[in-house]
């Protein structure tokens, strides 16, 4: 980037040429209020509220649509700018019904801290305000209030540069404006929850949080997503104990400003765990976590020499590497690692020798090409397909090839080609030539295709036989499947033989830990028909309901969302969970004093 | 501790007599002046103009409360005495939000005015009730009916609740 030099409200700044005003405002502390503008949509220039003044130009321009250059005088807090901004404040209060006291974005609204900051403090209206229609369900997850709603756009934008299917329009002119859907549809697609973040007033709120809380109330505590492997960057807002709800928070390598609503809705923490239970003369005995813990402990303690680890994906990387150290303790010969398959491990130490991975989706801008191999990440990683289809919008030829091609949600994904082969007859077939055809090409492998061996590392080598660069992306399923992968290292073992020992009745007691039985197993149901037949099982997972029944005891394990510790993402990130700091803990490593050799007694309290 | 005494008192001061006259001086001048003490509970205190009692909640003309649940009397509340539980009303189009539940702690009710202050709907106002003492904690806690009802009938209610 090029450095200019430039005076913003008197001060020489040297700064990069190109960037929005708003932006350059926001980095020097002071930022320019405005209502249009969202870094992730880029300029509109529609509510004027961001107007400043330039040496040179007569009248005042948008900061938002104006860019940096060099020599430029910018002025964002004259008289001129000041009593600016308290006549658009004015105009834009003239139909806003000043509802704050029941509108769910009291307290964290744009609209109010402008007003308080730099309106008028006084209307000088005195016809009656337009009335107009409240509380519309405009969607599953939507509920608008036209009255409220200050037509800056962002919706419509987010709608048809994001998501692609413009299903948001204005409707009428003049201060008869509303947003509307077109005749007869409604809101559809698996991002509608962004529209309530993005709403600078209360006019599109979220029906899930609606009347739950006031923003002051609630704990923000910036964490990740708990649903898929890409763990988006999110803020978990907490009521007392109870999570009330999750918002986007902005981050470039992932997710950009965005959240999908499975994601934000579908919470994982949702389904409940079973408690602590133990099992005495057969019946499941609810009990209070110490006595449950002393009874695993005693459980692994006498069956040392036959006793098995078995951690799934949602574990964080600081469990995984406390369980394979009890998985050592215990001399067990086999991988604890449910679902850390070889070949997708092979996989990424390709990719890891010579740096192909492309671990910022930021980056995505700069590939001429992606090809996408498996299932659709509109399914299994939403916020990818969103991001892939942004930059599909910008010239991105996207490619996907796999058997299922999901369902197209209209305007979604129309422009990627879709190819209803296998991925392996494509490679084969037309494959080459695609791949050949591009300077920078993105390949994206699902995970699945490699764990059940219709793909394997070679593929690598078409990608290697062209001309141009190449990044590769790897999809895995299960929340941190690369964690698990990373614990596993270069470990011959795909669970096989653990699997032949239960089935075969060599092992008597098995540790299931934070397994998610449908990712991680390969054949879920005979893991499930092995597991219930074992001799004693400790479980301690959200997931596995049917297990929980069969077990000897059950712990409870917190819901991912309010763990604490690290993942890696789809991408290779590490990323960071946080939970709320005094949230009450339930489960807890209980298997710590016999690595540190205490007694269990001393165990009891040590969170986990 | 050594404590220095005042010993030489003027002459005035020794004959005592006059310190004494000036005193019955006092109370025979108060003899003829008008009660202020009131013999209570059967004679009643006149209140002044704007004094704060207990909280009390408004009844809107349409019959229901004019309380929307905004909770700002709840955050302002220095005694955290106030609890609210938001609730949407079932008719959407006469009123979107109303306070399912609206609690307030008596006990902890230090009268300051606060949320009456708060309100942006004059929903909360201060009643002229201060007679709130009862023998049990649980009847100090109010709950939407009770701070909305008649606090007169209240008030004789407290007085025998616990006989
Ligand atoms: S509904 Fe919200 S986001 Fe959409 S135009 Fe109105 S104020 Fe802007
Ligand atoms: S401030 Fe007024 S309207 Fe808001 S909750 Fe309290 S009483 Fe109800
Ligand atoms: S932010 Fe610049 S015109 Fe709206």
């Known amino acids: 980037m090029e450095l200019i030099k430039m005076t913003y409200n008197g001060v020489e700044i040297e700064t990069e040429a190109g960037k929005p005003l708003i932006d350059l405002s926001r980095e020097l502390g002071e930022e320019i209020p405005h209502f249009c503008y969202h870094p992730g949509l880029g300029p509109e220039g529609s509510c004027r509220l961001c107007l400043v003044e330039v040496a040179k130009i007569p009248k005042l321009v948008p900061a938002c649509t104006l860019t940096t250059s060099a020599g430029m005088e910018v002025i964002a807090n004259s008289e001129k700018v000041i009593k600016a901004r308290k006549g658009v404040l004015e105009f834009l209060l003239i139909n806003h019904p000043l509802d704050c006291p029941i509108c769910d974005k009291g307290g964290e609204c744009p609209l109010q801290d402008n007003t308080r900051l730099h309106g008028p403090g006084h209307s000088r209206m005195e016809d009656d305000k337009n009335l107009n229609f409240k509380h519309r369900i405009i969607g599953e997850?939507?509920?608008?209030?036209?009255?409220?709603?200050?037509?800056?756009?962002?919706?419509?934008?987010?709608q048809r540069d994001v998501v692609g299917n413009c299903e948001l329009t204005i409707k009428n002119r003049g201060d008869k404006a509303t947003v509307d859907l077109f005749s007869g549809s409604?809101?559809?697609?698996?991002?509608?929850?962004?529209l309530a973040d993005i709403c600078p007033v209360g006019a599109l709120t979220s029906r899930d949080f609606r009347f739950k809380a006031r923003p002051w109330e609630l704990e923000q505590v910036e964490s990740v997503c708990g649903v898929c492997s890409m763990a988006c960057s999110a803020s978990t807002w907490w009521l007392g104990d109870q999570l009330a709800r999750l918002t986007a928070s902005p981050d470039s390598a992932v997710n950009s400003w965005w959240l999908c609503d499975r994601g934000r809705y579908g919470r994982p923490s949702e389904n409940g765990s079973a408690?602590?239970?133990v099992r005495l003369q057969g019946?499941?005995?609810?009990?209070?976590r110490?006595?449950?813990?002393?009874?695993?402990?005693?459980?692994?303690r006498q069956g040392a020499g036959s006793c098995a680890v078995l951690c799934g994906s949602r574990s964080t990387n600081e469990e995984l590497a406390s369980l394979t150290e009890l998985n050592g303790f215990l001399d067990s010969p086999f991988s604890p690692f449910a679902g850390a398959s070889t070949e997708p491990r092979r996989f990424l130490a390709a990719l890891d020798e010579e740096k192909l991975e492309l671990n910022d989706l930021a980056r995505l801008g700069g590939f001429d090409r992606a090809i996408i191999l498996g299932r659709d990440p509109l399914e299994t990683h939403p916020v990818l397909a969103l991001r892939l289809g942004e930059a599909a919008a910008n010239g991105l030829a996207v490619t996907l090839v796999g058997e299922q091609p999901g369902p197209d949600p209209e305007g979604f994904t129309q422009e990627w080609s879709r190819s209803s082969e296998t991925p392996e007859s494509w490679l084969q077939g037309q494959g080459s030539s695609a791949m050949t055809g591009s300077d920078r090409l993105l390949l994206i492998v699902d995970e699945m295709l490699l764990r059940s061996g219709r793909l394997d590392t070679s593929i690598l080598d078409l990608c290697r036989g062209r001309e141009g660069e190449f990044s590769v992306v790897l999809l895995t399923d299960g929340f941190n499947r690369r964690g698990l992968m990373a614990a596993a290292g270069d470990r011959e073992d795909d669970n096989d033989a653990l699997l032949k020992a239960l089935e075969e009745g060599r092992i008597d007691h098995l540790f299931l830990f934070g397994v998610e039985a449908q990712v991680d197993f390969k054949d879920h149901e005979q893991w499930v028909r092995a597991l219930s037949q074992n001799?004693?099982?400790?479980?301690?997972?959200?997931?596995?309901?049917?297990?929980?029944?069969?077990?000897?005891?059950?712990?409870a394990r917190r819901p991912t969302l309010a763990l604490a510790g690290s993942?890696?993402?789809?991408l290779g990130l590490t990323r960071r969970l946080t939970a709320r700091s005094a949230l009450r803990c339930e489960d807890y490593q209980w298997w710590l004093p016999l690595l540190s050799g205490e007694s269990a007694?001393?165990?009891v309290g040590n969170e986990g | 501790m050594k404590v220095k005494r005042n010993d030489k008192l003027s002459l005035r001061e020794k004959l005592y007599l006059p310190a004494i006259f000036q005193g019955l001086g006092i109370t025979f001048r108060n003899m003829f002046r008008k009660d202020v003490v009131l013999s209570y509970p059967e004679e009643r205190w006149e209140l002044p103009e704007g004094y704060r009692g207990i909280p009390r909640l408004v009844m809107g003309d349409d019959n229901i409360e004019k309380c929307v649940a905004c909770k700002l009397c709840e955050s302002v509340c220095p005694s955290k005495a106030i609890s609210i539980v938001i609730g949407e009303f079932r008719d959407q189009d006469m009123r979107e939000r109303v306070p399912a539940e609206f609690q307030i702690d008596i006990g902890r009710c230090i009268n300051c005015g606060y949320c009456m202050e708060a309100c942006p709907k004059e929903a909360i106002v201060m009643s002229d009730l201060y007679e709130v003492a009862t023998v049990r904690r649980e009847d100090m806690i109010f709950d939407k009916e009770r701070l909305l009802g008649d606090y007169e009938r209240y008030s004789v209610d407290m007085r025998c609740a616990g006989k």
């Open chain 1, 186 to 194: 409604r809101l559809t697609g698996n991002f509608t929850g962004n």
């Open chain 1, 141 to 158: 997850r939507i509920i608008h209030d036209a009255e409220r709603c200050i037509l800056c756009t962002r919706c419509v934008r987010f």
């Open chain 1, 290 to 300: 110490e006595e449950t813990a002393a009874r695993a402990l005693e459980i692994i």
């Open chain 1, 535 to 555: 001799g004693s099982l400790i479980v301690q997972c959200r997931d596995m309901k049917e297990l929980h029944r069969a077990a000897e005891v059950v712990l």
């Open chain 1, 275 to 277: 408690g602590n239970l």
């Open chain 1, 283 to 288: 019946e499941q005995v609810p009990m209070s």
């Open chain 1, 601 to 603: 007694g001393k165990a």
């Open chain 1, 567 to 570: 993942m890696i993402n789809t």
